[in-house]
């Protein structure tokens, strides 16, 4: 069974330090969101990347938000540095795009998400 | 500016009835809707979907509903079952772009 695997699944840190997450897509899924669930906004999408190559990332904070995919089996997401109001879950997301969506067969699979709190 | 709105933060249902859960979008461009499910501790999971050119799609106990001039979709779950207990969120994409989610909704079925 294909699955997201994002890791680490908790994170506690205290502000001002760098955090790192991680996500390994599925293979052959040539998408990758990355979105934040707060109990406000739901789930704001961040960025998200086709082929490896970034789409939009507008929904970062530029000033301390980054996200890149180094190879086609991972992507990751760096907040440097950390503050409290960053605290919520973040989940990445892949999916198999060819030309346009072809929803049905082809849709977002999440990962279980990162717990992140920032103190 | 949310371009996709779940108006109830929750509902509560009686085990047997129907659960009506709405959404409402902004964007005219949006032609593809989708609604996932999600548990605790896990990530959302795909549920049903319904193209633009569609306004009603069923399976099995869901159905979702497309009104294109009111700009509302609806997802009814008949019967309802403790298991449905979940949040649900709805999403929006135009043909080849991002998936916009809403704030979701809460479902708690009651046995």
């Known amino acids: 069974d294909a699955r997201v695997t994002q890791t680490p699944r908790h994170k506690v840190t205290e502000m001002g330090q760098e955090v790192t997450m991680r996500c390994q897509p599925i293979l052959g899924h040539n998408t990758v969101f990355w979105y934040r669930q707060t109990m406000m906004q739901g789930l704001e999408l961040l960025a998200y990347f086709r082929n490896r190559a970034p789409l939009d990332d507008s929904g970062m904070p530029k000033d301390r938000f980054s996200a890149e995919m180094p190879d086609a089996t991972l992507a990751t997401l760096k907040i440097q540095p950390s503050e409290p109001r960053d605290s919520a879950v973040y989940f990445c997301?892949?999916?198999?795009?060819?030309?346009?969506?072809?929803?049905?067969?082809?849709?977002?699979?999440f990962g279980a998400g990162s717990r992140l709190t920032v103190l | 500016d949310q371009q996709v709105k779940q108006n109830s933060p929750s509902l509560s249902v009686q085990e047997g009835r129907i659960s009506i859960l709405n959404c409402d979008y902004t964007n005219s461009m949006f032609d593809y809707f989708l609604w996932y499910k999600k548990y605790p501790a896990e990530g959302p999971t795909f549920l049903i979907s319904i193209s633009s050119i569609k306004d009603k799609n069923e399976d099995g106990r869901f159905t979702v509903f497309l009104n294109k001039s009111a700009k509302h979709l609806s997802l009814h779950i008949v019967p309802s079952q403790p298991g449905d207990s979940a949040v649900y969120f709805c999403a929006a994409s135009d043909t080849g772009n991002k998936l916009v989610f809403g704030a979701g909704t809460i479902l708690r079925v009651k046995s």
């Open positions: 997301a892949s999916g198999l795009v060819i030309g346009q969506w072809v929803f049905g067969a082809n849709v977002l699979t």
